[in-house]
């Protein structure tokens, strides 16, 4: 049987969610916890994605296989286990059963990412904020995150040397908003390269000091350039807060 875990992590203290050598992930930490409630030497789950180092996730899926049926009970048992037996910063939501060719990274046919940028020192949230006290051009850069939409290749904002086919992403919502002393940048797309909000929201930054224009952001992406695009800016502020999937299609039918 596939069954499908939603959760959420602080990735501060992980080198990511994929299984990485000698250092902790995500990834890594819920397949020993994983294994040892199930008693099997290793039970392997694959994520709807790959945050990058340092990059939070406020919502996250991933699958697992395993020789057994559980019941509902039996599934909201396995998520109290679990929970009580993961660190801190690594919460399950919900345990559930889906169609045998389910599948949490190819299936979600969108995700959405914020990132947020303090511009008042706050003691409470820097842990997770970019600090930038100096004024912006918010109208420029939602100008220029417009352009993101319009636009399929970047490569100008993926790190080089990348295991991709290729650098084409749809994206569908770009903007900034203010929620109260942070200005939050929203971002959705069917999926996103490696590095790439980071380095979008770098870019779209120096639209906001006058560093660049709004044109020169449209050449940039044109460029397909990484050298040319702005300085990815701290995993701290980043958040995968969505990944939406066509439920109807992965759900087993009920008798």
Same mark, same amino acid.
Request: charged share 20%; proline share 4%.
């Given at each position: 049987?596939?069954?499908?875990?939603?959760?959420?992590?602080?990735? @501060?203290?992980? &080198?990511? +969610?994929?299984?990485?050598?000698?250092?902790?992930?995500?990834?890594?930490?819920?397949? /020993?916890?994983?294994?040892?409630?199930? *008693?099997? $030497?290793?039970?392997?789950?694959?994520?709807?994605?790959?945050?990058?180092?340092?990059?939070?996730?406020?919502?996250?899926? @991933?699958? &697992?296989?395993?020789?057994? #049926?559980?019941? =509902?009970?039996?599934?909201?048992?396995?998520? @109290?286990?679990?929970? %009580?037996?993961?660190?801190?910063?690594?919460?399950?939501?919900?345990?559930?059963?889906?169609?045998?060719?389910?599948?949490? !990274?190819?299936?979600?046919?969108? !995700?959405?990412?914020?990132?947020?940028?303090?511009?008042?020192?706050?003691?409470?949230?820097?842990?997770?904020?970019?600090?930038?006290?100096? =004024?912006?051009?918010?109208?420029?850069?939602?100008? @220029?995150?417009?352009?993101?939409?319009?636009? $399929?290749?970047?490569?100008? &904002?993926?790190?080089? *040397?990348?295991?991709?086919?290729?650098?084409?992403? *749809?994206?569908? $919502?770009? *903007? +900034?908003?203010?929620?109260?002393?942070?200005?939050?940048?929203?971002?959705?797309?069917? /999926?996103?390269?490696? %590095?790439?909000?980071?380095?979008?929201?770098?870019?779209?930054?120096?639209?906001? #000091?006058?560093?660049?224009?709004?044109?020169?952001?449209?050449?940039?992406?044109?460029?397909?350039?990484?050298? $040319?695009?702005?300085?990815?800016?701290?995993?701290?502020?980043?958040?995968?807060?969505?990944? !939406?999937?066509? +439920?109807?299609?992965?759900?087993?039918?009920?008798?």
């Amino acid at each position: 049987m596939r069954y499908f875990l939603h959760l959420a992590y602080n990735g @501060a203290s992980y &080198f990511g +969610w994929q299984v990485q050598p000698d250092h902790p992930s995500v990834q890594e930490t819920l397949e /020993r916890c994983l294994s040892l409630m199930l *008693h099997q $030497e290793r039970i392997a789950i694959t994520g709807c994605g790959r945050t990058d180092t340092g990059v939070h996730a406020t919502c996250f899926y @991933a699958h &697992f296989d395993v020789d057994r #049926l559980f019941t =509902p009970a039996e599934c909201s048992s396995l998520v @109290a286990k679990l929970n %009580n037996f993961l660190p801190k910063d690594i919460v399950i939501y919900r345990l559930f059963a889906v169609k045998d060719e389910a599948h949490a !990274r190819f299936d979600a046919d969108a !995700r959405t990412y914020h990132y947020y940028i303090s511009t008042k020192k706050n003691p409470f949230t820097f842990l997770n904020r970019m600090f930038l006290s100096r =004024p912006l051009n918010v109208e420029a850069m939602n100008e @220029a995150a417009a352009l993101l939409l319009k636009n $399929e290749d970047f490569t100008s &904002f993926s790190k080089v *040397h990348t295991q991709v086919n290729n650098f084409i992403c *749809h994206v569908t $919502e770009a *903007h +900034w908003d203010y929620e109260g002393d942070d200005l939050v940048f929203t971002i959705s797309a069917n /999926r996103f390269l490696r %590095n790439m909000v980071r380095a979008v929201v770098g870019t779209l930054l120096e639209v906001g #000091l006058g560093k660049i224009t709004v044109s020169d952001f449209q050449n940039i992406i044109d460029q397909k350039n990484r050298c $040319e695009a702005g300085t990815s800016v701290p995993a701290c502020a980043l958040f995968l807060t969505d990944v !939406r999937y066509p +439920w109807q299609n992965l759900l087993p039918n009920e008798e």
